[in-house]
């Protein structure tokens, strides 16, 4: 069997060596005693160096894995253990390998990032709100799973039922990376709840994904081309949501810089009673998407997925969940499961990774 040797060759498809020397030099770089005279500098300095030993902490891990794997081989051997436990130790050893592999896959600008998820309801009324909220619940299902922090930011809620929008922070480590997959448009097919003569219906919602800045990113924005209304939050909570203009809506004129074309952006926060905390969020959210709309703009510069565009544009439909069939099919990398039930309640990483597999090597060649 040739998986017992095989990490040896594994530090140098995840280059640990080179990461080993760099994380050496950035640690350098911490110890200048005018470090901390520059604290949002100091952070993505910091953020740099922890990227670097997590990186290294996982491959460690592995080798330890694959280490004793092979003594788990020659246990099994000797009648000193099962094959089962043999079996246990070499699945273990293959799920660190593969989340590895993963977060290899990971290494554009903004993956490591946090994300903003934003979905809207497409036309059709109830149907395709209350698929809008299926699809919130999902994502929320799959954020609770894989550990991040789940934040709601903005919610419209349905005339009848469901949602006509919803603005999600997931915060924690490449987040984006993962779900920059998602944009595109979703497509339910099923019998409708709400038709009474049983029919099957189509509906449709739109996810967009985003990265979440921080503070040590820099986004210039000129005030004079923003400006705020604020509004009474709707929904339960209180006396102070009713009477108090606590929702902040925040408008920005946005130029393209390579058409000149103008077109406004339109953020709306009611996640605080604070109006304060809300303006400071609604700006952090308008700084994300202009951060990710320049990755977008240098990505259709370099023309990187020319031969892969029309599978991955934006407004494309990527994704169809047929209930009645006991199908979810990926149009763009044909990967499908029939475990309908267990998608819905945010097991997606099959579909993540096969987007990852199929897109993520080719964005990342210069």
Not at 3 to 12: E, K, M, Q
Not at 22 to 38: G, H, I, M, V
Request: hydrophobic share 35%.
């Amino acid at each position: 069997m040739t998986y017992w040797n095989a990490d040896r060759r594994w530090g140098g498809i995840f280059d640990v060596d080179g990461k080993t020397i760099r994380l050496e030099e950035e640690e350098l770089r911490t110890q200048a005693p005018e470090f901390w005279d520059d604290p949002k500098r100091a952070e993505a300095q910091m953020k740099v160096v922890k990227d670097l030993r997590k990186w290294i902490d996982l491959y460690r891990e592995l080798h330890a894995a694959t280490e004793e794997l092979s003594l788990a081989y020659e246990y099994v051997k000797e009648e000193i253990i099962s094959e089962a436990e043999l079996d246990a130790a070499y699945a273990h050893a293959l799920a660190m390998l593969e989340n590895l592999e993963f977060r290899n896959m990971l290494r554009e600008e903004g993956d490591q990032m946090s994300c903003v998820l934003k979905i809207n309801s497409g036309a059709g009324g109830t149907e395709s709100q209350d698929w809008a909220s299926m699809l919130m619940r999902m994502y929320m299902r799959w954020a609770e799973a894989n550990g991040y922090k789940l934040t709601v930011s903005n919610l419209l809620e349905g005339d009848g039922a469901g949602i006509k929008t919803v603005t999600m922070q997931i915060e924690g480590d490449y987040a984006y990376g993962y779900l920059k997959g998602e944009n595109g448009v979703h497509r339910l097919v099923r019998v409708s709840p709400f038709n009474a003569q049983g029919k099957r219906m189509t509906s449709f919602a739109s996810v967009f994904a985003s990265p979440l800045v921080d503070d040590s990113i820099e986004i210039e924005i000129n005030p004079a081309d923003y400006t705020w209304d604020t509004f009474r939050s709707g929904g339960a909570g209180g006396q102070n949501v009713n009477k108090v203009e606590t929702g902040v809506r925040l408008r920005y004129n946005y130029r393209n810089p390579d058409t000149g074309e103008t077109r406004e952006i339109l953020i709306e926060n009611t996640e605080s009673r604070s109006q304060t905390d809300n303006r400071e969020n609604a700006m952090r959210l308008l700084r994300s998407m202009l951060y990710d709309m320049e990755l977008q703009r240098r990505l259709a510069e370099k023309n990187k997925i020319e031969a892969g565009k029309k599978k991955i544009e934006w407004g494309s439909q990527i994704r169809s969940y047929v209930f009645d069939d006991r199908r979810v099919k990926d149009h763009r990398t044909n990967f499908q499961t029939s475990d309908v039930d267990g998608v819905m309640d945010g097991k997606i990483d099959g579909f993540i990774k096969a987007y990852l597999m199929e897109f993520a090597g080719t964005e990342a060649k210069d």
